[in-house]
């Protein structure tokens, strides 16, 4: 079985999973369900794409950027407290999608690896880096443990952590080998496995718990 298929297991089985826990999650966490449904879907298709059919995949995830970062921009709204962050999380939105689809248009190839990846990157790490933060001011106890956004969180924050310098990485070794940028990209696949096995254990960890 290749590592693609793997990766493509997990995001269903944690799907399923959210699916059968649905109505115990709270609604933003209830929307990634949602949100994996149309990451099963697009990844799915851009396999089939790119190894059945033999064409380039990469206008899909032009398309699917901006819906996955108003999806998480919403998580993350939902559960900060601090209102000057959330203003920040709201204007961020609009931005990301103006942008996204100026450079998607304008500025590069649907065939390209999309720019606005880094962004993307980097703005969820700063949510996940503001949500830990949140939580560790906290007065309230609480098992951090049974808390489904820390573990979604953790895996945002390795996930886009790790693509974040390896995506960097491989635009600058492609130059050079493009069979080592090759073998480098499946790294990504690892983080994402890694990422919706957070997911798996978001869902079952707790429920109804809102921090």
Not at 9 to 31: E, P, Q, T, Y
Not at 74 to 91: E, P
Request: glycine fraction near 6%; aromatic fraction near 18%.
């Amino acid at each position: 079985m290749k590592l693609q298929q793997i990766y493509l297991g997990v995001v269903l089985l944690a799907f399923l999973i959210g699916l059968l826990n649905f109505k115990s999650l709270v609604f933003s966490v209830r929307l990634l369900c949602v949100l994996l449904g149309i990451v099963f879907i697009v990844e799915t298709s851009g396999y089939t794409l790119r190894e059945v059919i033999g064409i380039n995949n990469q206008f899909l995830f032009h398309i699917y950027g901006p819906i996955e970062y108003m999806f998480l921009s919403y998580l993350y709204y939902s559960h900060l407290k601090s209102q000057s962050q959330k203003k920040f999380i709201l204007l961020s939105i609009p931005l990301f999608l103006l942008l996204s689809i100026s450079t998607s248009l304008f500025f590069q190839e649907l065939t390209e690896t999309p720019y606005n990846f880094l962004l993307r990157c980097f703005l969820i790490i700063l949510f996940c880096l503001l949500y830990f933060a949140q939580l560790y001011k906290s007065s309230e106890v609480f098992d951090i443990y049974r808390i489904p956004l820390f573990w979604i969180s953790v895996g945002h924050f390795i996930f886009y952590g790790g693509s974040f310098f390896l995506m960097g990485l491989i635009d600058e070794i492609e130059k050079i080998d493009i069979g080592i940028a090759k073998s480098l990209f499946q790294i990504n696949t690892y983080l994402n496995i890694f990422l919706y096995s957070m997911f798996i254990i978001a869902f079952t960890c707790n429920r109804k718990k809102r921090v």
